[in-house]
């Protein structure tokens, strides 16, 4: 009795403890101990069981087994303290897996009729914890224990018990079995009837449990489905406990594998989680996200719905939450409602791209990969491209591309490939450092995926500048644009400077770089212009269609400044100084030119004021303009376009280029051939290591083959672009050869060629001959 009353003690608990205690207490439970005995014995136990290491000295001494024993004592409290230590046995996996084999159901069902409730309910707690096991389960449903359950929850006096006898049919409805028993029944139906009806939180929440753990089974899904249970969630989801709307929506998500689940929830369900996304509950939040997630996976219906029920903004509000599972699952929403066209460019206006750069930067796993999932849908859109990199979220899905997460890596190669769908993108990647990390990773058998190998590709055909410098190859398929430039081969691991770093260098004996540009530049106001401007008023107006459509020789004979003209027609001044004045032709009379005197004096006295701001003003870097390659295209779309047949384009676009690069080359003079002093003066006069290709009038071999390129794909003749040794480079053209004579409508497969540039232009020699060889070699 002592040892009993004073062993809820924790210091005496540890000193019996270290006296091991428990093997004496162990043995007075045999049956020829007196009942007082038991009592006090078993209290003693169901103290110390409280604590760890005496659980495994009570189950290492044998005392399972008197214990459960003593379940059918005669005496209350004998039960009650009997139950009450084997309650803390059970939580320990050894002990749970012992008590089946010791036949513990059939005595703790009984407890379940005693009169007192203390007893029924440690029971019930007990069921609870052991029911987790299959074994337990299978023998506690052949011990007809779900007629016990049921029996209490239909009775409105045990309602003390209904939660714990809720917990305990949860576990049992994992089994089909017993979830088919419990239907033929009608026991399901009285749940379920049962968790609409109570009043009580926890009860609700353990129903809603319930249901979770039974839809986890495809055949258990499909009986609930049939019993009707998305009504009784959608009702449950609707009370007012945050620990209820979890469990239901925890619900509504388990049983969203089965597809007419899915449909049933969606027209009333949906808006209710839509709500519960701006809970201030954040495991409600997490519950509602996951459920619309899995709502909506598949199921363009329900992708609508949450758009309908007003659903964007508090899925991206939650993308900025600290719940990792909640942030992740509202991109899961958002990218299932992406695969519409409508509800992508809504989401868009919501700043989704400006979102995301946040979760992109999360240290879990879990929310990386379904960030760049939704980078991934988005960015196929190019405003969506210029949100994200304006929003700075290229720099971490570079990063990402670096993850030890096989996933994450996959998911952030993927987005890589979408975003890399503009020049701008593409080059932005690549000053981050994505081109590198891909060509690491492609060097990885176990890192290298489809879609790592398919970012570079995709990186390096929207950049081509960096594509011909580092392969030395264009398809017929890469077609150059305007700000192409050709650095020359640069190597492995070495970073390319862009086209305004490469500008702005010191003039240097290094290789020349080859600009393509004829991109008319906006309209840049002089400092002059922009004063009078301010001064005056006065707007200029450069129309692109009038100006830069004139040819090299007119723009050159008709250089006046736009001031000037201004000048002849107004009679306005083209400076502004400090004395000067202004001529009113149409005003006469001394006394109005008087009046103006003031009134001019005060505007050019402000004049030095904005001079000064509009030079500190800084101007945007814009590549020149190649006025002279613009009327090589111009000349090439009106001469050599219109000619009947590919091959006659391709010999009149090579003796076209060769013309104006120097004309044809004999091949013992070549060394001859000074095109690098040429190249040098072009530097010197540009006072810059950039050059316009149309300022090269002796071209060598890459100078010639990048012209040809650039001037067929803007007519439409493919080629290649290939890059050799040194100096060599060549194009490839693919031809249809005629057909045999005496053969008509044979249509043969076309042979690949390389165009000569410089021997005899427009020579054509097939791919693999020894001429072509011969003209690719130094």
């Not at 190597?491 to 770089?513: F, I, Y």
């Not at 400076?575 to 505007?603: A, D, I, N, V, Y």
Request: a negative charge; hydrophobic letters at 40%.
């Amino acid at each position: 009795m002592v040892f009993g009353i004073m062993a809820s003690n924790s210091d005496v608990k540890k000193l019996l403890r270290e006296l091991d205690v428990t093997n004496s207490l162990i043995a007075r439970l045999v049956p020829e101990e007196d009942v007082i005995i038991h009592e006090f014995a078993s209290l003693c136990l169901a103290h110390m069981a409280v604590e760890y290491t005496s659980k495994v000295q009570i189950f290492e001494q044998g005392g399972l087994e008197p214990l459960i024993r003593l379940l059918s004592s005669p005496d209350p409290d004998v039960k009650k303290n009997s139950v009450e230590c084997i309650y803390h046995l059970v939580q320990d996996f050894q002990s749970r897996a012992a008590v089946h084999e010791l036949n513990v159901i059939p005595p703790l069902l009984e407890l379940l009729k005693s009169e007192y409730p203390v007893i029924q309910l440690l029971a019930l707690k007990t069921l609870g914890v052991i029911s987790n096991d299959k074994e337990t389960r299978i023998i506690l449903r052949e011990n007809q224990g779900l007629d016990h359950l049921f029996k209490i929850l239909e009775t409105k006096e045990f309602n003390d018990l209904h939660v714990e006898a809720l917990a305990v049919v949860a576990n049992c409805l994992e089994d089909v079995d017993t979830m088919q028993l419990i239907q033929q029944t009608g026991g399901l139906k009285k749940l379920l009837s049962f968790a609409k009806t109570s009043t009580i939180p926890d009860i609700q929440k353990n129903a809603a449990k319930a249901i979770s753990k039974a839809a986890y089974d495809s055949e258990n899904r499909k009986i609930l489905h049939e019993q009707e249970v998305e009504k009784c969630l959608i009702t449950l989801l609707g009370t007012d406990n945050d620990g209820v709307k979890t469990a239901v929506s925890q619900a509504i998500s388990a049983m969203c594998e089965n597809l007419a689940s899915k449909d049933a929830f969606g027209i009333q369900g949906i808006p209710q989680l839509v709500q519960l996304l701006s809970s201030d509950n954040e495991e409600v939040k997490e519950a509602a996200a996951m459920a619309l997630a899995n709502l909506t996976t598949a199921n363009p219906g329900n992708a609508s719905s949450v758009a309908e029920a007003e659903g964007i903004e508090p899925l991206i509000n939650v993308l900025s939450t600290k719940r990792d599972g909640a942030v992740a699952n509202a991109a899961i929403v958002l990218t299932n409602m992406a695969t519409q066209e409508p509800l992508r460019l809504s989401i868009q206006c919501h700043s989704i791209m400006n979102a995301i750069v946040e979760p992109l930067q999360s240290a879990n796993s879990q929310v990386q990969s379904k960030a760049v999932l939704t980078v991934a849908a988005f960015g196929c859109d190019a405003d969506a491209r210029t949100e994200l990199r304006n929003a700075g979220g290229l720099e971490p899905l570079v990063k990402l591309l670096h993850s030890r997460n096989e996933e994450v890596r996959r998911n952030a190669c993927w987005a890589a490939v979408v975003c890399a769908s503009d020049e701008l993108t593409a080059v932005e990647l690549c000053r981050l450092g994505a081109l590198d990390i891909l060509e690491e990773i492609n060097l990885s058998m176990g890192r290298r995926n489809h879609f790592s190998e398919r970012a570079l590709d995709k990186l390096l055909d929207n950049n081509l500048s960096q594509k011909y410098s580092q392969l030395g190859y264009l398809s017929f398929s890469n077609i150059i644009t305007d700000s192409f430039y050709d650095y020359g081969q640069v190597k492995p691991g070495v970073k390319l400077l862009s086209l305004e770093e490469l500008s702005t260098q010191e003039l240097n004996d290094r290789r020349a770089v080859i600009l393509v540009n004829i991109k008319p530049p906006e309209v840049a106001l002089t400092v002059e212009e922009k004063l009078q401007d301010l001064v005056y008023g006065r707007t200029i107006n450069l129309s692109p269609s009038s100006s830069f459509r004139k040819s090299s020789k007119e723009r050159a004979s008709a250089v006046v400044s736009p001031v000037d003209e201004k000048q002849e027609s107004s009679g306005r001044p083209s400076s502004l100084s400090k004395g000067s004045t202004r001529e009113k032709g149409s005003r006469k009379g001394k006394g109005k030119k008087e009046e103006e005197k003031p009134k001019e004096e005060e505007e050019f006295q402000i004049a030095p004021k904005i001079q000064e701001e509009v030079t500190l003003e800084k101007l945007p870097w814009l590549p020149p303009f190649d006025f002279i390659l613009l009327d090589y295209i111009n000349d090439a779309s009106k001469t050599i376009l219109p000619l009947a047949t590919t091959k006659e384009q391709v010999v009149a676009l090579a003796q076209f280029v060769a013309g104006n690069m120097g004309g044809p080359i004999e091949k013992d003079k070549l060394h001859e051939f000074s095109w690098e002093l040429h190249i040098s003066e072009i530097k010197f006069e540009q006072k810059c290591n950039v050059i316009p290709i149309g300022k090269i009038k002796k071209g060598t071999f890459y100078h010639r083959a990048l012209l040809f390129k650039v001037i067929a794909d803007r007519i439409g003749a493919g080629c290649t672009l290939v890059r050799g040794e040194y100096t060599r480079a060549w194009n490839e053209v693919k031809l249809v050869d005629d057909s045999p004579q005496g053969i008509t409508g044979l249509l043969l497969p076309p042979q690949v060629y390389v165009v000569d540039l410089m021997y005899q232009p427009g020579c054509l020699m097939k791919q693999g001959s020894a001429e072509a060889d011969h003209y690719k070699l130094i």
